[in-house]
């Protein structure tokens, strides 16, 4: 089945400091790729996409490029501020097998200091 | 309306009672899907709706859990006889098209805490 690996953290940045969260994935087919937010006491907020191959999806300084030789979808941002701290989750749909339903990464945890 | 609407916010229950939840989807989203976020995990799919059927209901956990979505926008989320493992964050979303184009629009969850 379809399946997500994310970077384990939490993850501690400074401010300004450049942000990788690594994202793979398993899937048949084409999948859909995202990246979503959840910020503290918050639902998840869906951040970006990226809905076929070699797209880039990119919102608020996020970016991630959908790399479907090396099945990933890193999330990167070049500097971070303290209110980027939050939950990030990865997550692919994938309509021929799941046309309802997304798959989720475990969430990685980012804290931003000033 | 302008976001996923979910009541309550917070429900504190004693293990036995049987808990209602309520999501208000988006205005128009003809989709609308169930997850479970238990503490320091990923999210668990529940069910989804299209329209008022549900096409996929795999991963309610066991005959305890039920939902139903009237009129192509309400849904409610029922645990009946509920334990404390069930104790979660419950969180509905919608969609405006195939969540595979789309993605999801969640609310804001509710907190349930069986004691």
């Known amino acids: 089945g379809d399946s997500v690996t994310q970077m384990e953290g939490p993850v501690t940045l400074s401010e300004e400091a450049f942000l990788t969260i690594n994202c793979t994935y398993t899937?048949?087919?084409?999948?859909?790729l995202f990246w979503y937010v959840q910020y503290p006491g918050e639902g998840l907020q869906l951040l970006l996409k990226a809905t076929k191959a070699d797209d880039k999806g990119s919102n608020k300084g996020f970016e991630a490029t959908y790399r479907k030789e090396t099945t990933s979808f890193h999330l990167e941002k070049g500097s971070v501020q303290v209110s980027d701290s939050a939950v990030y989750f990865c997550a692919l749909s994938n309509f021929n097998t799941n046309a309802g339903k997304s798959t989720f990464g475990d969430g990685t945890t980012l804290t931003v200091k000033p | 309306g302008a976001g996923v609407s979910q009541s309550p916010s917070n429900k504190v229950t004693e293990k036995g009672k049987d808990v209602e939840l309520r999501c208000d989807p988006i205005?128009?989203?003809?989709?609308l899907y169930w997850y479970r976020q238990s503490l320091g995990q990923g999210l668990e799919f529940l069910i989804y709706f299209q329209g008022n059927s549900a096409p996929d209901k795999s991963g309610l956990p066991s005959d305890r859990f039920s939902a139903e979505r009237t009129g192509g926008s309400v849904s409610t989320l029922t645990i009946q006889r509920t334990q404390q493992e069930d104790s979660a964050v419950y969180l509905c979303?919608?969609?405006?098209?195939?969540?595979?184009?789309?993605?999801?629009?969640f609310g804001s969850g509710t907190r349930l805490t069986v004691v």
């Open positions: 899937a048949t087919g084409y999948p859909s």
């Open positions: 205005s128009g989203h003809t989709a």
């Open positions: 979303a919608s969609s405006e098209g195939t969540v595979a184009n789309y993605g999801y629009t």
